[in-house]
């Protein structure tokens, strides 16, 4: 096995790892990334020195390893050590290792829908930690044996992270009512959709709490975003491109509120793969692009929505009473089937947690 050895060079310092892999580190981004209190706090871990304060090109007088440390002398005086450990796990060019970037699992309408029993969730850290796995991985998971009574649900939302507040609040009742605001607060059917992409940062994970589910009709569906957006790219490469590249409007307004903004509906990583949809043809405004592409947009816009309504990619369902599912807004379409109020009573509590809180829970979780 090769052993460990350093090769320093006027700008960088190779590493040489054993196994032979050798890796490159720029001078400028050690002395950056010195641990020493003088560049970072010692509780809070943020950075304190200032980047300024630093040659823009440090030279090295020479570098050494001592046990499971790398010490590095400036020519400007002064000692950096940078445990070997740490040296490994961040590495330039290379993400450093994260518990919550979890490959997307792609699905169509076979999926079976992950079930967890909400009990160990809320009681039980290994529990949680599996179930937000699985729900990161997918994107829809279902928790069953929730008590079917007001904020059972959003208790259980509250083991991931802060709820989300929106205009709608920071839970909303998804029931058949007088003067609605939103088509989900009506019986009629409601085409795949993704909430709220007319907000600044459309929310991340949406709960939906089953209470009551008696009312002929009312099943759900869901569809992956992601299986959608890689189809469209085989079958039409420029149609996904019009839908990834060409910002639409998005508006909700009310009484209370005005909420407007340009965004696309896919977008997509540095790698070219879909990170996001944002899909909600209820709330896009008048498209305001320039007229030449006004027809291939249209054509763009209608070949997801036919994707959307494929039931190649539905999963369908009828949440029971005590059921809550959980889904990647940002990821995940959801929708239903019209229902008739006249035949009994439906009731879902619903709130979100941002993606953010969602990982960061995961991340703590897998510390232990």
């Not at 930690?129 to 069953?144: H, Q």
Request: glycine fraction near 6%; charged fraction near 25%.
């Amino acid at each position: 096995m090769t052993e460990l050895t350093l090769t320093l060079a006027p700008a960088a310092l190779a590493v040489t790892w054993p196994g032979g892999d050798r890796q490159d580190y720029p001078l400028i981004w050690l002395r950056d990334n010195d641990p020493t209190p003088a560049r970072f706090h010692p509780d809070t871990h943020e950075r304190t020195g200032d980047l300024l304060d630093i040659p823009a090109l440090p030279e090295a007088r020479d570098a050494e390893f001592a046990s499971d440390t790398l010490v590095i002398n400036w020519t400007d005086g002064g000692e950096s050590r940078y445990p070997l450990a740490w040296l490994a796990a961040n590495r330039p060019g290379r993400a450093s290792d994260d518990p919550a970037s979890l490959a997307p699992q792609s699905w169509r309408c076979d999926l079976d829908v992950p079930r967890h029993d909400a009990r160990g969730v809320l009681h039980d850290d290994t529990a949680l930690l599996a179930w937000l796995k699985d729900t990161a991985a997918t994107g829809l998971s279902i928790l069953e044996n929730v008590a079917a009574e007001d904020g059972a649900g959003l208790a259980l939302a509250k083991r991931v992270g802060f709820l989300r507040q929106t205009n709608f609040g920071v839970s909303f009742e998804v029931v058949n009512k007088p003067d609605p605001n939103n088509l989900a607060y009506t019986a009629l059917p409601l085409p795949l959709h993704t909430d709220l992409p007319n907000q600044e940062l459309p929310p991340g994970y949406q709960f939906l709490h089953c209470i009551a589910n008696e009312a002929t009709g009312g099943g759900s569906l869901f569809a992956d975003g992601v299986a959608m957006a890689d189809a469209l790219r085989a079958a039409d490469p420029e149609a996904f491109h019009l839908l990834a590249e060409v910002p639409i409007p998005f508006r909700f307004h009310d009484g209370e509120t005005d909420l407007r903004i340009h965004r696309t509906v896919l977008n997509l990583r540095a790698d070219g793969s879909v990170h996001e949809v944002k899909w909600n043809a209820h709330i896009a405004g008048a498209f305001d692009m320039a007229p030449d592409l006004i027809q291939p947009y249209y054509d763009a816009y209608r070949a997801f929505m036919a994707l959307a309504r494929d039931q190649a990619f539905q999963v369908q369902l009828k949440l029971a009473s005590g059921e809550m599912v959980v889904f990647d807004n940002r990821r995940v379409l959801h929708g239903r089937e019209a229902f008739d109020p006249s035949t009994g009573f439906r009731h879902l509590q619903g709130c979100y947690v941002d993606r953010g809180e969602f990982l960061a829970r995961i991340r703590v979780l897998s510390r232990h």
